[in-house]
């Protein structure tokens, strides 16, 4: 009786298909959305999903101004960042850094979400968040990708 040996198949740069998405924040809630962008830049959504591979998709979100939070994360959710010096922690609300730097609100949720190595450095390079409904990605013809 002969043994059958099934190997299993691991993606790698060769073999990765990458396309283009775009996705529309408007009315999207922050959490749900950045989660499911950030399984696609895993590329998470493919049968060939490999943990130590990049094998996601490149992302570009537009209208991040038009976000929304549950509840009263609006007013309660800080986002701080340290400058470097003594006393120098920084608090910002939700509410302000939306109004400031609405794009900063998404970056930050996706990266995480995303492994905290040298693979998911790579990773959050792909995502592309802009403000308005305008992106410089034309001509990579990205699809629309619906929530």
């Not at 002969?2 to 775009?22: I, P």
């Not at 959305?33 to 830049?41: F, K, N, Y």
């Not at 309660?76 to 109004?99: S, V």
């Amino acid at each position: 009786m002969s043994k059958l040996h099934f190997t299993t198949k691991h993606a790698n740069e060769a073999t990765v298909q990458r396309t283009w998405y775009v996705v529309d924040g408007t009315n999207q809630t922050v959490g749900r959305m950045c989660a499911r962008i950030a399984a696609i830049l895993r590329g998470k959504n493919k049968a060939y999903y490999t943990p130590h591979v990049d094998t996601g998709d490149y992302i570009v979100v537009i209208n991040c101004e038009k976000v929304v939070f549950t509840g009263k994360k609006l007013e309660q959710k800080m986002y701080d960042h340290y400058t470097g010096y003594p006393g120098g922690l920084k608090e910002e609300a939700a509410e302000n850094l939306q109004k400031r730097r609405p794009e900063v609100v998404i970056e930050r949720a996706v990266k995480g979400m995303l492994p905290k190595n040298r693979l998911g450095r790579k990773m959050y390079k792909k995502l592309f968040v802009y403000v308005g409904d305008k992106h410089p990605h034309v001509a990579q013809r990205p699809k629309e990708l619906k929530f």
